[in-house]
């Protein structure tokens, strides 16, 4: 174990570490675990413990401002918009704690991917799993970034026709615009720069700044209906402008590759890592006893339409958005919900180290009436883990649900809980 408190880019400490000397630790174990927690310090404030209690057994809380955006400013690259993501800052402080360069980060949630790219740029191999393909079209270009200078030819040689879309997209962007668009949905290849111009773009077809392509809109994590476009139209009194693709992708690029050096360019290359898109229940190409931590955030019950927010990301990417939400499970109630996240742990079991550590992000739903944290617990231990206790992050830290419409107070998650398991040796 490296405590997070003698690495120069933290800026929190504990009260018995010595500054710039590593604890290394052959295993970090539940107590040594619990004593870190309790005794994490972050400017001038404790932690605070309280008790979960789940029938005749009591679980360890801790409550603190373990990680902020303050703390720590993240890299550049992370900069991709995604519905319900969590900061940067969140999986560094479990990546710190329990696992050491070359050792292996897994993600059966991946989202946008922030667990898996903080973890290469700490030198950990990574495995990356989401049902959504979206998310490895987001994350893997970022672990085989072409240089700005590549981008920028690769942009000059692409030519734009005058070929339409499929589908009305008049609503979103100018006549000019959709033939560019068009143009680089049909023209780019399967390389590292033109991946690399498909993220980019897939993040930039619509939001609402001049830095998108389309105009005015909703932000740029979820997609309006063209019906509902139509309206925001003529509620505004607005028509698309034309906008440049290549200049925007051009400029988000170089936005993302502000703190991106040739060394960390060539580091990321070398990163071990490995991307599907299945049911996080059945990774079977994952071999056993081959993770040393995991840091996710599963669905919270029924609160995401996937075909809905993704409809236009989907169809600049060829892929069937109704058949991808066919495939992932809405869970009206709890019960659902539990049965299905039990058979994730059984398979976050089968193929955790012994020794191991999964660090479970859950939160309040239904305005605070139900705690998934409660739920979780009795989950790992059904599958065989250890539970090292409960973390609440006490800084207003949330998901992105006030962007994307969800009042954060009243329907979405209202704190920023992890649960801590350990697989036993």
């Not at 495995?127 to 393909?133: C, E, L, T």
Request: hydrophobic share 35%.
């Amino acid at each position: 174990m490296v405590s997070p408190g003698s690495r120069r880019e933290s800026t929190f400490t504990f009260p018995h570490s010595t500054p710039g000397q590593l604890d290394r630790m052959p295993a970090v174990s539940i107590e040594r675990a619990k004593a870190v927690l309790s005794e994490f310090v972050l400017v001038n404030q404790e932690t605070s413990i309280d008790k979960l209690v789940l029938g005749k057994e009591n679980y360890t809380k801790f409550v603190n401002e373990f990680w902020t955006a303050k703390q720590r400013q993240a890299n550049s690259i992370h900069e991709i918009s995604y519905r319900a993501c969590y900061k940067p800052q969140l999986p560094r402080f479990f990546i710190d704690i329990f696992t050491e360069k070359g050792d292996t980060v897994y993600d059966p949630f991946a989202g946008r991917g922030t667990t898996l790219i903080e973890a290469a740029l700490m030198g950990r191999n990574i495995v990356s799993n989401d049902v959504n393909p979206l998310s490895v079209i987001l994350t893997k270009p970022r672990l085989n970034i072409p240089r700005i200078d590549e981008i920028e030819d690769r942009l000059d040689e692409i030519e734009f026709g005058q070929s339409e879309a499929d589908i009305d997209l008049s609503m979103f962007f100018d006549k000019k615009t959709e033939y560019e668009i068009v143009s680089l949905k049909n023209r780019l290849l399967d390389s590292d720069v033109d991946n690399w111009i498909r993220m980019v773009s897939t993040n930039r077809l619509t939001g609402h700044s001049a830095g998108f392509f389309s105009g005015y809109t909703l932000p740029p994590n979820q997609a309006a209906s063209q019906k509902s476009q139509k309206l925001i139209n003529a509620r505004l009194e607005i028509v698309p402008p034309y906008k440049n693709t290549k200049e925007i992708i051009l400029k988000k690029s170089k936005s993302l590759l502000r703190n991106i050096n040739s060394k960390l360019r060539r580091e990321l290359k070398t990163i071990n890592s490995t991307f599907s898109s299945l049911d996080s229940r059945k990774t079977s190409h994952i071999q056993n006893d081959s993770i040393n931590l995991t840091v996710t955030s599963p669905p919270f019950l029924n609160i995401v339409k996937y075909a809905a927010d993704n409809w236009l990301r989907c169809w600049f990417n060829d892929i069937d958005a109704s058949e991808v939400e066919s495939r992932i499970s809405l869970c009206r109630t709890v019960e659902t919900w539990s049965e299905i996240m039990g058979s994730v742990f059984d398979e976050l079991y089968r193929i955790t180290i012994p020794g191991g550590w999964v660090a479970f992000e859950v939160g309040e739903v239904n305005n605070g009436k139900i705690k998934l944290d409660e739920h979780v617990v009795p989950l790992g231990l059904e599958s065989g883990f250890h539970c090292a206790g409960v973390m609440v992050n006490s800084q207003d830290f949330t998901k992105t649900s006030n962007i994307w419409g969800v009042n954060n107070m009243k329907i979405g998650t209202n704190t920023n809980r992890i649960v801590l398991f350990h697989k036993p040796k």
